[in-house]
């Protein structure tokens, strides 16, 4: 399982050493990786839609989808994203990713 948290543009904000490493994510350079750098064309367009619905209407969504794993090879996860949220209004987006 991996835990993130994503600006509300969708760029990573923290995670851990260990996640970042699994996903092929440079540490040193986080704020430069975006959570749709994740998927490849078949499942950018669903990511967009879900992440964009949960930081307009503040709900958590969840889907399947085929994720990139150091920008090459794909790997089928199940992906989590829930807002979060400051005082109303959402100030950024929980990723969680398992399987």
């Given at each position: 399982?991996i835990?993130?948290?994503?600006?509300?543009?969708?760029?990573?904000?923290?995670?851990?050493?260990?996640?970042?490493?699994?996903?092929?994510?440079?540490?040193?350079?986080?704020?430069?990786?975006?959570?749709?750098?994740?998927?490849?064309?078949?499942?950018?367009?669903?990511?967009?839609?879900?992440?964009?619905?949960?930081?307009?209407?503040?709900?958590p969504r969840?889907?399947?989808?085929?994720?990139l794993?150091?920008?090459?090879?794909?790997?089928?996860a199940?992906?989590?994203?829930?807002?979060?949220?400051?005082?109303?209004?959402?100030?950024?987006?929980?990723?969680v990713?398992?399987r």
């Open positions: 399982m835990h993130a948290r994503l600006t509300i543009d969708g760029a990573f904000a923290a995670i851990s050493d260990r996640a970042a490493s699994r996903l092929g994510l440079a540490g040193e350079r986080l704020a430069e990786h975006y959570f749709l750098d994740l998927f490849g064309a078949g499942c950018r367009s669903k990511a967009q839609v879900l992440f964009d619905a949960v930081v307009r209407q503040g709900q969840a889907f399947d989808g085929q994720m794993l150091d920008g090459i090879s794909e790997r089928a199940h992906i989590a994203l829930a807002p979060i949220r400051e005082d109303a209004a959402v100030d950024g987006v929980m990723l990713i398992t």
